[in-house]
């Protein structure tokens, strides 16, 4: 074992402005740094999950200024002066986001590790669709594997979440491929 | 139906909130001060002798703070499977050979990720490469290298150190595998073979081949371990479906005593099978943390994940079946050939499993099986979803379709004829308590519009897409006998009357925690926020069985039940003294004891504090323990199939509708509609999740799922490539729990986590023929293999 000084940031630090979840963050990083080391490891935002560092699992999926994005894909240098939105900013007050509680309702979520970026992934949809159908639903989440559900239970809470007939009148949700009688 | 307070009702998980918000940790989540950082350094080579290792260099970096090769460990062993017959032979790291690319060859530790994987480049390994075998045919040649030159003396083989009598594993004496490639063998005889062949009126013999396929749970491998060296102990914190197996082999290898060896809680994000074995990486975090008393933390790549954790396994399976005019199936003779790769992972159970799988369905008086496993130099293969039974029921409704389309007549038909039923006793003695099949089969075949679809498409019909429908039917047990053999469960009623479930059995994101505590809060009669659950400690918990062989319901569920039954008798009893009456005149809910037909009450506060001051200061705990069989203290046979398997098998019939495109050889799964008979579901909502999960794995490995291997490297190791459902691939997915009320099941609970994979791939191979008269006959039926079989069809058709 060397006994030489170990140099724990052998590249040049940067800084960055960035506003995570409301609160806006002066930082050096590394500018090898992705945007997913910088959440977990610096502002431990571990709600964010690393699933495979390759950008094609949708488990690091976070909303830089309310559009979703792999984090792992992206340098957090240019997230520079941006809207950083994370799972851990939909629960407010101790009281659940309604796409969360619909998560929960509905059976979304078995190992939950896929969990945060389908959540984000939908409350991004709802802000640009607030009534979206079957078929919109599963093309948003077309980038977010889940391998326990199957997906029918994670379309089924986002469409009960968002559609107005959903909840309230216990309309059912339309069904994929070829419907059942 | 009884009407339950919690039991078969749609009850939100208890973890969903903790996971909806990013709160539940899971073991990629843990960070402890100080922690260093874990890197493996694998073999690029599938066959190769290793001639020297120079660690110099990377120790010689600043940062780097240990470099672990097997010449250091060169006398720790270990496997999944360990015994007599098989001794372990898997050793952490490399000593002499490695055998497949990814093969662990040395463990760096440094103070950051980076510098511990910048360090791997700077380790020097000399191989001297030899010849490699990949395929059966490759590995079964007399001349072919031995991949494992020697026979491992068993040391310390962990079921009989248990004490679990293994009688049936000495009567072959020693291994089956001396120099050769062959890693296990199965052997059944039932009935006679060529007395069935006499009586069939229609014979055939088919081969079916499956690929290895991925589990793809969505949280990498990883272990942190952390190591006291005041206290000697060690915790850890691991991704893992049996937290006492994990403890019970490092405790064993690294010869620490069970009281030193601590596996603590954290979620696990997605097992499929994939987390149990003990795994090169957390025995480095266990070894190196010990070495260096500091915490060290492996975190698997992606791509390590796909190649070096487990896959499943490609399995080969040739069947002769003959069948009466009238659809009696009167023999089997199935052959199975399984590859496990560089180890021997889980080949022997593989190879007893597909046993398993296979004869519960049928009756089939007449049957015979042989199956192999082997050793090459592709990625080790274990335990995934199932278990062989995706495999041996494609291969199997696969060609039981052909023998019924010959005869004429329809498959379900013929299926009904030969379905087991509740009642029957299994030729090894296995009573089959509850047996939904017929039900299930009627029920999927009604709920797919079989009658409306099957055989409306014709290949001279114009029109570029074509419908079929297919059905398959599938069995799993819910347990069986094997490490640590039983479940044990404990319940603390708090002063206030709420109370905690402790549970050894480990949240995967099956519903374990919240099935549980509706059975504690059932018997109990109590909200379900008045029970909390501890589970996934070696230190705090009693022993669990583990999540897997889906022994979830009935092993644990029947010990958390008997362990809330304790805790109620104790209330009762407590109560009925503090009263002076019967404790069976009384009742309880809500944390209140009420006389029966009385208005007369007592709170359990009361009550427990009654009881603290009559007993000598005791409060109330309940405790419960259910073993794996009841009936047995022996692990059945895996070389002879003897012994009883499992306590309740878990049926089900699997109908599919697919649309083939024939321009492109495209197959769409339009729907899928299961049929399971788990006896009774505790939770509406997880069951449901638990089938269309299982559904929808069964759909990947029936269209698209593929491990793809050239020389042993795979080369579809990251999720763009390895292709697997993604959400617009979901079908209209239908499920209906049948009700059968296990009699041995806690509530009438058993299997539901794994079953209903293995029915969808010869549904779906059965649906492709029906719409186009092809038959695909190996898995996953790509664009390809439609369309080379359409134009064969064309070409055939052309000639007549």
Excluded at chain 1, 10 to 20: D, I, N, R, T, Y
Excluded at chain 1, 102 to 113: E, N
Excluded at chain 2, 406 to 412: A, F, P, V
Aim: some cysteine.
């Amino acid at each position: 074992m060397s006994n030489q000084p170990v140099n724990l940031t052998p590249q040049k630090l940067v800084p960055l402005e960035v506003a995570v979840n409301n609160r806006t963050y002066l930082l050096e990083i590394k500018p090898n740094e992705t945007l997913l080391e910088l959440l977990r490891n610096r502002l431990k935002l571990t709600g964010t999950k690393k699933g495979c560092d390759q950008g094609e699992c949708g488990c690091c999926t976070v909303l830089i200024d309310d559009e979703p994005a792999s984090s792992c894909l992206v340098l957090a240098l240019s997230t520079h002066g941006r809207k950083i939105t994370t799972v851990e900013a939909l629960e407010e007050n101790g009281q659940l986001h309604w796409l969360q509680e619909a998560f929960v309702k509905h059976g979304a979520i078995q190992c939950g590790f896929c969990t945060s970026g389908m959540l984000l992934v939908a409350k991004s949809l709802f802000e640009r669709n607030n009534s979206p159908s079957r078929q919109e639903i599963m093309e948003a989440i077309a980038g977010n594997i889940c391998r326990c559900t199957g997906y029918e239970k994670i379309i089924e809470a986002i469409w009960q979440a968002t559609n107005p007939l959903g909840n309230n009148t216990g309309a059912q949700l339309p069904k994929g491929g070829e419907l059942f009688d | 139906m009884t009407n339950y307070r919690h039991i078969g009702r749609h009850v939100p998980r208890v973890d969903g909130p903790e996971k909806a918000t990013g709160k539940a940790i899971f073991t990629v989540d843990v960070e402890l001060p100080n922690m260093v950082y874990g890197k493996i350094l694998r073999s690029p080579y599938p066959h190769a002798r290793i001639k020297s290792i120079d660690p110099s260099e990377a120790l010689a970096t600043p940062g780097v703070l240990y470099v672990l090769t097997g010449a250091e460990i060169p006398h720790i062993r270990y496997a999944f499977v360990d015994t007599p017959r098989y001794p372990a032979d898997e050793q952490p790291l490399a000593v002499d050979k490695v055998r497949y690319i990814g093969d662990e060859v040395a463990a760096v530790v440094a103070e950051t990720e980076q510098l511990a994987e910048e360090a791997l480049e700077k380790i020097q390994v000399e191989y001297e490469i030899l010849p490699a075998v990949f395929t059966f045919a490759e590995t079964l040649k007399p001349d072919a290298p031995i991949i494992h030159e020697t026979s491992y003396e068993s040391g310390n083989t962990a079921w009989e150190k248990w004490g679990v009598k293994g009688k049936w594993q000495l009567e072959g004496n020693g291994q089956a595998v001396a120099n050769s490639n062959i890693s296990a063998e199965t052997q059944v005889t039932l009935g006679d073979v060529e007395s069935g062949l006499a009586q069939a009126d229609l014979v055939r013999t088919d081969t079916f081949s499956c690929k290895a396929t991925a589990h793809c749970a969505m949280e990498p491998h990883a272990a942190v371990a952390s190591y006291d060296s005041n206290t000697g102990k060690l915790d850890l914190y691991l991704s893992t479906m049996g937290i006492f197996y994990k403890r019970f082999i490092l405790a064993q290898v690294l010869e620490m005593p069970l009281n030193k060896v601590r596996v603590k809680h954290t979620y696990v994000g997605g097992a499929f099978g994939g987390k149990i074995d003990v795994f090169p990486y957390e025995f480095c975090a266990a070894y190196l943390s010990r070495k260096l008393c500091r915490p060290v933390k492996f975190e698997l790549s992606r791509e390590e994940v796909f190649t070096t954790t487990r896959q499943r396994h490609p399995i080969d399976v040739t069947i002769t079946t003959g069948i009466k005019n009238d659809g009696t199936i009167v023999v089997q003779d199935i052959k199975v050939l399984a590859d496990n790769g560089g180890y021997r992972g889980s080949g022997p159970i593989v190879s007893y499993l597909c046993h398993g799988f296979s004869f519960p369905v049928y009756k089939v008086d007449n049957y015979r099986y042989h199956a192999m496993a082997t050793y090459t130099n592709n990625p080790i293969r274990g335990p995934q979803r199932g278990h062989g039974a995706p495999q041996i029921r494609f291969a199997i409704d696969s060609q039981l379709d052909m023998l019924a389309r010959e005869l004429g007549l329809d498959i379900t038909e013929v299926m009904l004829k030969n379905a087991r039923q509740k009642g029957d006793v299994l030729p090894n003695g296995d009573y089959l308590g509850s047996c939904g099949l017929q039900e299930s089969i009627l029920g999927a075949k009604e709920k797919i519009g079989w009658s409306k679809i099957r055989g409306r498409s014709l290949p001279q019909d114009p029109g570029r897409k074509k419908r079929g429908v297919g059905i398959s039917l599938c069995a799993m047990f819910s347990g069986a006998m094997y490490y640590p053999f039983t479940s044990a469960a404990v319940i603390k009623i708090h002063d206030d009357g709420s109370a905690t479930l402790f549970t050894g059995t480990q949240e995967l994101g099956q519903g374990a925690y919240t099935t549980l505590a509706q059975i504690a809060a059932e018997v109990l009669n109590l909200e379900m926020d008045q029970v909390s659950v501890v589970g996934g400690d070696t230190e705090i918990c009693p022993i669990d069985i583990g999540s897997y062989l889906s022994g979830g319901a009935l092993v644990t569920g029947n010990a958390v039940k008997m362990a809330a039954e304790d805790a109620r008798n104790q209330i009762l009893f407590w109560a009925g003294q503090k009263l002076g009456v019967a404790p069976e005149k009384l009742t309880l809910a809500d944390k209140i004891v009420t006389v029966l037909g009385t208005d007369q009450e007592l709170s359990v506060s009361i009550v427990t504090n009654f009881a603290i001051l009559q007993n000598n200061g005791l409060p109330i705990e309940g405790r419960g323990s259910y073993k794996g069989y009841p009936e047995t203290d022996r692990y059945p046979s895996l070389a002879k199939g003897k012994g009883l398997f499992t306590g309740a098998y878990g049926f089900a019939a699997q109908a599919v509708e697919v649309e083939v495109d024939t321009l492109t050889g495209e197959v769409k799964l339009l729907k899928a509609s299961t049929h399971h008979d788990c006896g009774y579901p505790l939770n509406e909502n997880i069951v449901e999740g638990q089938v269309e999960g299982c559904a929808s794995m069964g759909q990947g490995q029936a269209l698209c799922e593929e491990v793809i291997l050239e020389q042993g490297l795979m080369l579809n190791a990251n999720f763009l490539d390895y292709k697997l459902p993604l959400a617009p691939d979901t079908p209209d997915c239908a499920h209906q729990p049948v009700n059968t009320m296990e009699p041995r099941g806690p509530f009438g609970a058993k299997e539901v986590g794994e079953g209903s994979v293995a029915g969808m791939l010869a549904a779906v191979a059965n649906a492709v023929y029906d719409a186009v008269g092809v038959r695909i006959t190996s898995l996953p039926i790509t664009p390809n293999k439609v369309l080379a079989a359409l134009q064969k069809q064309k070409k055939e058709q052309d000639s007549k």
